[in-house]
């Protein structure tokens, strides 16, 4: 696994099909590649990267958290995992201008953006009531797997026209997909969705990763992901632990052996900073690409740590790139092993996981790019 993810990261920094953008809007750039497909064979362990420590409280609980439906961070922040906390944050702020609990809406990245975002925090943490109000992020994963929207109709013929009323619970497209496995195991039409057309507007962040597909031949279990947009650094090794598990969970719910995971990738990118940074990423772009195929990880990180202008205020650690140049110099080390508990999906918590033998090299602080 942790191949393939070096690999893969290598190509997005020097092949042919590597191309950069800046965004505007984000005022970020990302050196990119649409279109990428990964295999993960779970029998030879848990696909968990191991050139840099990964955070596996936060994919646990975040995984948890996503199987219950739950789409309020109060359960993430009371177990100190913060990474939906700035996403919250931006979503509600304007809403907590305007109710004048912050004074103003801050410019995003800014020592007061990150001040009033700390004290948001806490106040989700101590103050059920305030959390209950504004720790939430909208119709995101949870609500989609386990809350589909479901219209009913109803009988009422005032102009001879159909009405219809939304069914509070909607669809839980887990419990269906498990049943329709039992049912007829050997389909090819097991598939959940994230994306819902209709509420992606009210998301605070629309879904990365969108579908998956369930496969079985009633020996092994295969879960097939689609991810439309991938931040290589951060959120990619978080995508392959937690649906890596997820595809045990559901083998657990099945009486199958998990067997592969399939993630393909639509765009997969590395970003490169904020403003000049991510500008001077953009105007040496093909030498940085010369550089890698020709000099290799070391020699291009010391050729950017000696030329990049600084990562503007606010903005440090957006720089991803020169947090994977570093991961390249490392030696892969083998995998852990992963268990947890035979229960239904919607009774799991923290404790019915066990990772054993997980022996990775130091963390590599990058900071999220939102």
């Known amino acids: 696994m942790v191949k393939q993810y070096l690999d893969h990261s290598r190509a997005i920094l020097s092949s042919k099909d590597s191309r950069f953008k800046f965004n505007e809007r984000r005022g970020l750039g990302r050196i990119f590649i649409f279109g990428y497909q990964n295999r993960y064979d779970l029998s030879e ?5 191991t050139t840099k420590k990964l955070h596996t409280k936060s994919i646990i609980h ?109 669809i839980d497209q887990i419990s269906r997909l498990i049943e329709g496995m039992k049912k007829s195991p050997t389909s090819s039409r097991h598939l959940l969705s994230a994306w819902n057309p209709e509420e992606v507007p009210q998301m605070a962040l629309p879904p990365c990763h969108t579908i998956f597909q369930l496969n079985s031949e009633e020996e092994q279990l295969d879960l097939h992901l689609y991810q439309r947009s991938c931040d ?7 995508n392959i632990a937690s649906y890596a598990m997820l595809t045990t969970i559901f083998a657990n719910e099945l009486n199958l052996k998990p067997g592969d995971f399939v993630h393909s990738f639509g765009d997969v990118h590395f970003y490169t900073g904020a403003g000049d940074r991510g500008r001077w990423y953009r ?20 050729w950017i740590n000696s030329n990049t202008p600084p990562e503007p205020e606010g903005t440090e650690g957006m720089d991803h790139v020169t ?28 404790d019915d996981f066990k990772i054993t033998g997980y022996d990775a090299h130091p963390h590599i602080k990058r900071a999220l790019a939102v």
């Open 232 to 238: 290589m650094f951060l959120g990619v090794p978080f």
């Open 323 to 350: 947090g994977i140049l570093e991961q390249l110099q490392r030696t892969p080390k083998p995998l852990p092993r992963l268990e947890i508990a035979k229960k239904p999906f919607d009774e799991l918590e923290f």
């Open 45 to 49: 362990g848990f696909p968990l990267l």
């Open 62 to 170: 975040e995984l948890v958290w996503f199987l219950k439906g739950n789409t309020n961070i109060k359960y993430l922040v009371d177990n100190k995992v913060h990474i939906w906390d700035d996403d919250s944050f931006n979503y509600n702020l304007e809403g907590m201008v305007n109710g004048g609990i912050f004074p103003e809406k801050f410019k995003k990245f800014s020592n007061e953006w990150y001040s009033a975002k700390k004290e948001y925090v806490r106040k989700i943490k101590e103050d059920p009531k305030f959390a209950r109000r504004w720790g939430e992020l909208g119709p995101v994963y949870g609500a989609q797997w386990r809350h589909w929207p479901k219209f009913d109709s109803v009988d009422i013929t005032m102009d001879g026209k159909k009405r219809y009323a939304k069914d509070t619970n909607g």
């Open 283 to 302: 105007d040496n772009f093909h030498e940085l690409k010369r550089r890698m195929n020709e000099d290799g990880a070391g020699k291009t990180l010391e």
